[in-house]
């Protein structure tokens, strides 16, 4: 497994953000996690007060799972979405827009020829769709590390970013989080498996039938954090996990946003510990596997506004949260130059 040299966020501007916060025309505390979480940036920009959030980047990781057929919607929408992402209409391009943040897609895994959209989008993809992974394993070998690598360069390529956001775009996608979030931490199926895009009482118990049996095959082979993405992942969670340990090894600070973020972190912070200090929960997902994987990160939502799309989209919302942190600490008043 690739080793990594994670830097530690600077904790002598953590000191001089809260010695400052301390300092502005407010009770002690008064700002509640806004103060939070304006340390936090001035620790990973490194200064007091931290940069203008001016450069924020979106990158959608695209692909399709085996076990869409549990999904209330057919396969063939990741797809159309990429095209959807292109063409600036999608939820998180229009959420974006707001926040003054840029997204990017890249196709990973969407299993279509893929020929009429611009070479950038599949210039990291690495197979078309993936296995079913109740009845055998999501990648074949070595496609795991090709994903985490083709991941870690569109990170590298991202460099240069105030903030990086992960998102997702994929029909299954949940139920791929629960399972490797399950295995991960050792948990059941029936406390992971949530409805994702809707499905009926039915529906959940299939599908929670399903992680069960994936979780059951794939038992003796989760220890690993790569053999555990080739078993239960895909090729575009595996990548998400390598643009999330990509940006801590260059001190970029990731915004996470739902579900599929929260289990591609779990996995990166397993490849590569410490990787966790650079990230922050954009939101709460109503897929329950969120909140067992941010517990277990440390990490606690920004926003809880009941959001379950994907895409970056809950994660963009939380952007004008830390801008206002920014500017409390850059802009608010000191106590000590009062007439």
């Given at each position: 497994?690739?080793?990594?040299?994670?830097?530690?966020?600077?904790?002598?501007?953590?000191?001089?953000?809260?010695?400052?916060?301390?300092?502005?025309?407010k009770p002690l505390g008064a700002l509640g996690r806004l103060e939070e979480l304006a340390a936090w940036l001035c620790a990973s920009h490194g200064v007091v007060p931290p940069r203008p959030l001016d450069d924020v980047r979106v990158v959608v990781f695209a692909g399709d799972h085996g076990v869409s057929a549990l999904s209330a919607y057919p396969r063939e929408v990741t797809a159309a979405m990429v095209?959807?992402?292109?063409?600036?209409?999608?939820?998180?391009?229009?959420?974006?827009?707001?926040?003054?943040?840029?997204?990017?897609?890249?196709?990973?895994?969407?299993?279509?020829?893929?020929?009429?959209?611009?070479?950038?989008?599949?210039?990291?993809?690495?197979?078309?769709?993936?296995?079913?992974?109740?009845?055998?394993?999501?990648?074949?070998?070595?496609?795991?590390?090709?994903?985490?690598?083709?991941?870690?360069?569109?990170?590298?390529?991202?460099?240069?970013?105030?903030?990086?956001?992960?998102?997702?775009?994929?029909?299954?996608?949940?139920?791929?989080?629960?399972?490797?979030?399950?295995?991960?931490?050792?948990?059941?199926?029936?406390?992971?498996?949530?409805?994702?895009?809707?499905?009926?009482?039915?529906?959940?118990?299939?599908?929670?039938?399903?992680?069960?049996?994936?979780?059951?095959?794939?038992?003796?082979?989760?220890?690993?954090?790569?053999?555990?993405?080739?078993?239960?992942?895909?090729?575009?969670?595996?990548?998400?996990?390598?643009?999330?340990?990509?940006?801590?090894?260059?001190?970029?600070?990731?915004?996470?946003?739902?579900?599929?973020?929260?289990?591609?972190?779990?996995?990166?912070?397993?490849?590569?510990?410490?990787?966790?200090?650079?990230?922050?929960?954009?939101?709460?997902?109503?897929?329950?596997?969120?909140?067992?994987?941010?517990?277990?990160?440390?990490?606690?939502?920004?926003?809880?506004?009941?959001?379950?799309?994907?895409?970056?989209?809950?994660?963009?919302?939380?952007?004008?949260?830390?801008?206002?942190?920014?500017?409390?600490?850059?802009?608010?008043?000191?106590?000590?130059?009062?007439?």
């Open positions: 497994m690739p080793r990594f040299d994670i830097p530690a966020p600077d904790a002598a501007a953590r000191a001089a953000a809260y010695e400052r916060l301390d300092g502005l025309v095209r959807v992402f292109l063409a600036g209409r999608s939820g998180v391009n229009v959420l974006a827009a707001q926040a003054g943040a840029r997204v990017r897609v890249a196709d990973i895994a969407v299993d279509w020829d893929g020929s009429d959209v611009p070479a950038e989008v599949t210039a990291h993809k690495i197979r078309r769709g993936s296995g079913s992974i109740d009845v055998e394993d999501a990648l074949a070998p070595g496609e795991a590390l090709a994903a985490f690598t083709a991941g870690r360069e569109i990170a590298a390529e991202e460099d240069g970013a105030d903030l990086l956001i992960p998102g997702d775009m994929g029909i299954g996608n949940t139920a791929v989080c629960a399972a490797v979030v399950a295995a991960s931490l050792g948990l059941p199926a029936a406390e992971v498996v949530g409805t994702g895009t809707g499905v009926s009482e039915d529906g959940l118990a299939v599908k929670t039938a399903a992680v069960s049996a994936a979780l059951a095959r794939a038992a003796d082979r989760v220890e690993d954090p790569f053999d555990r993405l080739t078993a239960l992942g895909s090729a575009c969670l595996a990548a998400t996990a390598g643009f999330l340990v990509e940006a801590s090894t260059r001190g970029i600070p990731v915004l996470l946003d739902g579900v599929f973020s929260g289990a591609a972190a779990l996995v990166a912070r397993d490849i590569a510990p410490g990787a966790e200090q650079w990230w922050l929960a954009g939101h709460r997902s109503t897929e329950p596997s969120q909140a067992y994987a941010l517990k277990a990160l440390g990490l606690t939502p920004i926003l809880d506004l009941g959001l379950r799309l994907g895409e970056g989209s809950g994660a963009v919302q939380a952007v004008p949260t830390l801008r206002a942190a920014r500017a409390i600490i850059a802009d608010m008043g000191l106590l000590a130059d009062l007439a």
